[in-house]
């Protein structure tokens, strides 16, 4: 079923008469940048998932709060759907914007307001890129410890929205475990304060509930984060395994070892091979795995957890360990990690990413079926994996030119987060449903668990005027989806096994 | 396990709620009852949760156990122990605590300011719900972003939205070495000094402050514990030191004046209030003994950032600091969407919740 807004599924959404709204905006904001020609709307089309593009009503780019409320209470007057956008990174088109729909860019607030070094914590505004606030924390030896990948570039509006993680996870948690507080505009321009200054704050803690909720519940004004000390050190580990399995193994022995690793990474013989092409990180390209670990902390304790770490890889049959000699080496052996996507991105003219968890103890199973859906769909997948935590990220390699292959890569895709939530694991780990798993929500929730999706989804914005179409799919859609697979008599590819 | 540990009742649970939804009874959801301190009196029928119980499933590599609610906390800690693992924030038991309460209450103990609160450790719940249905949110999975934050949002919400029937929580390995401390400190330096020592990397996993002394806790693995100790110097402290401060079982805690909870930013000052102070999670949680009024600590508190509960059962209308009005409207309609006839442990938390 197609991607983008349908509304005959998704719901129907107000007709805006275009004209009023810019006049009402122009009107009551004057000071506010309304981008609304079709070249000017052009750049906002799409989000990180290029894939999918809508040409959104109009682009709105305030500077002020008081702007944003003065927006978000025209669109409810004038009931305009309203969807934010931070830096536009996302990977699910959760910020893919609408035609009947204005599109919030929070980019502009990029200021951060306050570090305060004996509290630990940061307060910034929400176009702030992630790693801007560690780099304006670094004087004081502190750090806010989420790093997704595209850090660099990412917001931290977004990644609020999106609970973003990145590769230490494992150990440091995701954004929701590192928010003190948000600031927050409702639906109709209310602004309300969400966690505290403190560690808890009383009533239901609607800081978990806004946190990943992809702007369907209001707006987010401003975020307060805790900061960590740097640790003192950092050791990374490159170990080679002529098996997935036995990488897989030696992930959970070195957890059953007592070690909690700051990061703890698998990539696949593909993405070895590409990666390093690309990057010449020093790789086994002969290796069927290699499992990254990087042990951080102490000086004595991180060298400790060395040793106690290569003597169980070795135990679990690595064909080799190395252990990088300096920063430079290690900083190498990341490198390659960290460039995994763009290196694979190289052997296709286009690829696809994906972000299901599993359970660790399924990954051999899952891979093997990963491997089998490849072969059925004459698709190469690349395998890169958060194995601490049990997050998948398989890149499927296409090219759009060749008609049919995009879809084949979405069905693929879509199999394979089919698999993740058969073995007990999300469609999900930390890039967001969006608009682009809206269709596997269906999967993973029953229409009971939908409705009370909808329900909280109601007690903050009951005229759906937030991000319409994102996060939770209609139980219409679903059943239109379900009729889909009845219709077909059976579910697609029985010859594939299924566990 | 024995069998008699491991019994699924929630067709029962089940069948209780749909009666009380067909006849708007309130439900007051109870475990052991050992919170019964925390919160408003709550009308209604008791529904009891402690027969529904024992380990779903458990497995220490992947850092995750499932409990029903009425697990007792006891026995979830008593097999985590086995396999050298823990929940890490050190949920309090007050006794015979269950699982269902202990993330119904949402609290922490200790370790709470570094580790993450217990609603940090949850993964996954099964909830009955005001709809009369069963449901699964979150799982077991250490990253899982599909649709909202449900189970996350159970933790602390004192039984208010729905039963919470089983649970799936992240544990950790227990750490390698650990050594408590004490040391002569006043009150003033002591915050100081654990302001500084905060932006360091030091292994430390527990403060507290009685007023003379600052009880500290370091774990990590032999080297930085050591190192740690050695930098320190102090005292050594009977480890136990931390289970009485959790469970209230210090002579501070000794019936007398009011009790009050102050949650404050860690950095906050000494505070001025009339009565006993004791401070626990490096700053960030107070103690409070005192005859003041609430509206006055509360004030006291509010100016720095933080807000009051009080511990000491039917003293105050509201135990848990009133929200703002526009706040409380948004919870209000959180609960009438999620609880329609207001069936759920009603007045617990707030009256109009």
Redesign the interface.
């Given at each position: 079923m197609n991607i983008l807004y349908d509304e005959r599924v998704d719901g129907v959404l107000p007709d805006v008469d275009k004209a009023v709204l810019l006049r009402t905006l122009r009107t009551r904001l004057p000071n506010l940048e309304v981008l609304h020609q079709r070249e000017e709307l052009k750049p906002y089309e799409c989000d990180g998932l290029s894939a999918y593009r809508t040409t959104p009503l109009l682009v709105v780019l305030p500077r002020q709060l008081d702007e944003v409320q003065g927006v978000l209470r025209i669109c409810h007057e004038l009931r305009v759907p309203v969807v934010a956008r931070g830096a536009g990174t996302g990977l699910s088109a959760g910020a893919l914007p609408l035609e009947k729909g204005v599109l919030l860019v929070m980019a502009r607030f990029n200021s951060i307001l306050h570090i305060?070094?004996?509290?630990?914590?940061a307060r910034v505004q929400p176009g702030v890129r992630n790693l801007a606030i560690s780099q304006a924390a670094a004087p004081?030896?502190?750090y806010y410890a989420p790093d997704p990948s595209s850090q660099i570039a990412c917001s931290i509006g977004g990644n609020v929205a999106?609970?973003a993680?990145g590769v230490h996870?494992?150990k440091y948690?995701?954004t929701?475990?590192n928010l003190l507080k948000i600031e927050i505009l409702?639906v109709d321009g209310?602004?309300?304060?969400?966690g505290?200054?403190?560690?808890?704050?009383?009533?239901?803690?609607?800081l978990?509930?806004f946190?990943?909720?992809e702007g369907?519940?209001g707006v987010i004004t401003e975020v307060t984060v805790k900061l960590l000390?740097?640790?003192?050190t950092a050791k990374v580990l490159l170990a080679a395994f002529d098996s997935v399995e036995k990488a897989g193994r030696a992930v959970?022995?070195i957890?059953?070892a007592?070690?909690?690793p700051a990061g703890l990474e698998m990539m696949d013989n593909l993405a070895i091979r590409a990666a390093e092409d690309f990057i010449h990180a020093g790789y086994p390209v002969e290796a069927h795995a290699i499992l990254l670990c990087e042990l951080d902390?102490?000086?004595?304790?991180v060298?400790?957890?060395c040793a106690r770490v290569r003597q169980v890889l070795e135990r679990a049959g690595a064909s080799s360990v190395r252990q990088a000699r300096d920063e430079a080496e290690r900083v190498r052996f990341w490198a390659g990690r960290k460039n995994a996507f763009p290196a694979v991105g190289r052997l296709a003219p286009d690829y696809y990413c994906m972000d299901g968890?599993?359970?660790?103890?399924e990954l051999p199973g899952v891979l093997q079926a990963i491997a089998g859906l490849s072969t059925h769909y004459n698709l190469r997948v690349a395998n890169v994996f958060?194995a601490?935590?049990?997050?998948m990220h398989p890149l499927i390699l296409f090219d759009a030119n060749q008609p049919g292959e995009l879809e084949r890569a979405e069905a693929l895709g879509g199999q394979i987060l089919e698999l993740c939530v058969k073995v007990?694991?999300?469609?999900?780990?930390?890039?967001?449903?969006g608009r682009e798993?809206i269709n596997q929500?269906c999967a993973?929730?029953?229409s009971?668990?939908l409705?009370?999706?909808h329900?909280?989804?109601?007690?903050?914005d009951p005229g759906g005027l937030l991000n319409p179409g994102k996060?939770?799919p209609t139980l219409h859609r679903c059943a239109e989806l379900g009729a889909m697979h009845v219709h077909m008599g059976q579910l697609p590819f029985p010859e594939l096994e299924r566990f | 396990m024995r069998s008699a540990d491991n019994v699924d009742t929630s067709a029962l649970l089940l069948e209780q709620v749909n009666q009380a939804l067909q006849y708007a009874t309130p439900l007051r959801i109870q475990g052991a009852n050992s919170k019964a301190f925390l919160g408003r009196s709550v009308p209604g029928e008791v529904l009891d949760t402690r027969g529904h119980r024992g380990i779903v499933s458990y497995?220490?590599?992947?850092?995750?156990i499932t409990a029903r609610c009425g697990t007792p906390l006891m026995e979830l800690a008593q097999v985590l122990d086995k396999a050298?693992q823990m929940l890490a924030c050190e949920p309090p038991s007050f006794g015979a605590a269950t699982v269902g309460g202990m993330v119904a209450s949402?609290l922490s103990g200790p370790r709470?300011?570094w580790s993450?609160?217990l609603?940090?450790f949850v993964l996954g719940t099964r909830v009955i719900?005001g709809?009369g249905?069963h449901?699964?949110?979150g799982?077991?999975?250490?990253?899982?972003?599909?649709?909202?934050?449900?189970s996350?949002?159970m933790?602390?919400?004192y039984g208010?939205?729905g039963v919470i029937t089983e649970v799936s929580l992240k544990v950790?390995?227990?750490p390698?070495q650990s050594l408590s401390i004490s040391l002569e400190l006043d009150t003033a330096r002591a915050l100081l000094r654990l302001?500084e020592w905060?932006?360091?990397?030091?292994?430390i996993s527990a403060a507290c402050h009685d007023g003379q002394r600052l009880h500290l806790r370091l774990e990590?693995?032999?080297?930085?514990v050591?190192?740690a100790h050695e930098r320190l110097g102090g005292e050594r402290l009977d480890a136990s030191f931390w289970t009485r401060l959790n469970e209230h079982q210090l002579s501070f805690f000794d019936e007398g004046q009011p009790l009050w909870r102050l949650?404050?930013?860690?950095?906050t000052p000494e505070l001025e209030l009339p009565g006993e102070q004791l401070i626990d999670?490096g700053g960030?949680?107070r103690w409070l003994k005192s005859d003041a009024e609430a509206s006055f600590i509360r004030t006291v508190v509010t100016e720095v950032?933080?807000?009051a509960?009080c511990y000491s059962h039917g003293l105050v209308n509201s135990p848990?600091?009133p929200?703002?009005d526009?706040?409380?409207r948004?919870?209000r309609?959180?609960?009438?969407?999620?609880d329609p006839q207001g069936i759920f442990n009603p007045g617990r938390?707030?009256a109009e919740?």
């Open positions: 305060d070094p004996d509290a630990r914590t004081y030896d502190l999106e609970n993680g996870c494992l948690g995701l929701v475990h409702t209310e602004h309300l304060t969400l505290a200054d403190a560690l808890d704050s009383p009533g239901f803690d609607l978990a509930l946190t990943g909720s369907m519940l000390p740097k640790p003192q959970a022995d957890i059953a007592g070690i909690i902390g102490v000086e004595a304790d060298h400790d957890d968890t599993i359970p660790r103890r958060h601490g935590d049990g997050n007990g694991g999300s469609i999900t780990g930390e890039h967001g449903v798993k929500m993973q929730f029953n009971d668990e409705t009370l999706f329900a909280v989804k109601a007690a903050f996060n939770i | 497995d220490p590599t992947e850092l995750v050298g949402g709470r300011p993450g609160s609603r940090d719900t709809h249905k449901l699964r949110f799982g077991e999975v250490m990253k899982n972003v599909a649709g909202y934050d449900l996350r949002l933790a602390g919400s208010a939205l950790l390995p227990k390698r302001a905060g932006r360091q990397p030091l292994p990590g693995g032999e080297g930085s050591m190192a949650s404050l930013p860690n950095n999670w960030a949680q950032g933080g807000h509960t848990f600091q929200l703002p526009a706040l409380m948004y919870q309609s959180l609960k009438q969407q999620l938390l707030y919740l």
